[in-house]
């Protein structure tokens, strides 16, 4: 059955090869929905505006959560960490904590750098971050992308890399797979 498939990109960069390797999803595949989901318009996280009222932004970013069968996350890695943007919107889609948008949703993470880890430091990270949200994160599987300035095209900004096309294409696959298996969300 066809699933939506939300894609946080954790760059805002205009170039960002993260978000360049995220895209690459629509092209290599054409038997799901994918959907972006934007986290650059969010203000920074504050509970007053859990009392004053949550911006419009917010609302709908967490719809766009909500709607969702699936989400891919695909982030770099800053100074061997979860981008602060990216732990901005987890922290949003997380509250209030008893009806997250996030809770027992089925999540894959995938990374990208120029360096040689592959954002491993990055991904351990946000798998811990998600874990204490009670999100259902992929298991076992990593995509570690590393030099990917080699792997696609900048002019383009397409994903040229064979080997990392079959790859992300069975990551799929797996990720498909893992969200027919989650338990089902309220
Ligand atoms: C980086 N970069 C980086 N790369 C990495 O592999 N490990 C790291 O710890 C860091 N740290 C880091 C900190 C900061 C503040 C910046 C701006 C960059 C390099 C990073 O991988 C590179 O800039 C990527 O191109 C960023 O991803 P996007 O924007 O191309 O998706």
């Known amino acids: 059955m066809t699933k ?9 960069r205009k170039d ?18 994918f959907h972006w989901i934007e986290i650059n318009d969010l203000p920074l996280y504050n509970e ?13 970013f967490k719809s766009a959560v909500q709607d969702v069968d699936g989400i891919i996350i695909v982030s770099p ?10 732990k901005n919107a987890l922290d949003w889609a997380s509250r209030p904590r ?19 880890l592959g954002t491993a430091f990055a991904q351990m990270q946000i ?4 874990e204490a949200m009670q999100v259902h994160v992929l298991p ?7 030099q990917v300035h080699k792997k696609i095209d900048s002019d ?18 797996q990720f498909i797979h893992w969200i027919d298996h989650t338990p089902a969300l309220d």
């Open 4 to 12: 939506t498939i939300g894609l946080i990109c954790g760059s805002l």
């Open 16 to 33: 960002s090869y993260n978000r360049i390797i995220a895209k690459s999803f629509t092209d290599l595949d054409d038997s799901h929905q």
């Open 48 to 60: 007053d505006l859990e009392i004053s009222g949550i911006p419009e932004t917010v609302t709908s």
């Open 77 to 86: 890695e800053y100074n061997s960490g979860i981008p602060g943007v990216l």
């Open 98 to 116: 008893d009806s997250s948008v996030l809770s027992r949703k089925p999540v894959g993470l995938i990374g990208a750098t120029p360096g040689g």
């Open 127 to 130: 798998r811990q971050i998600l």
């Open 140 to 146: 076992f599987q990593k995509v570690l992308i590393s």
């Open 156 to 173: 383009q900004k397409v994903l040229t890399d064979e080997q990392t096309k079959r790859y992300l294409q069975q990551y799929l696959h």
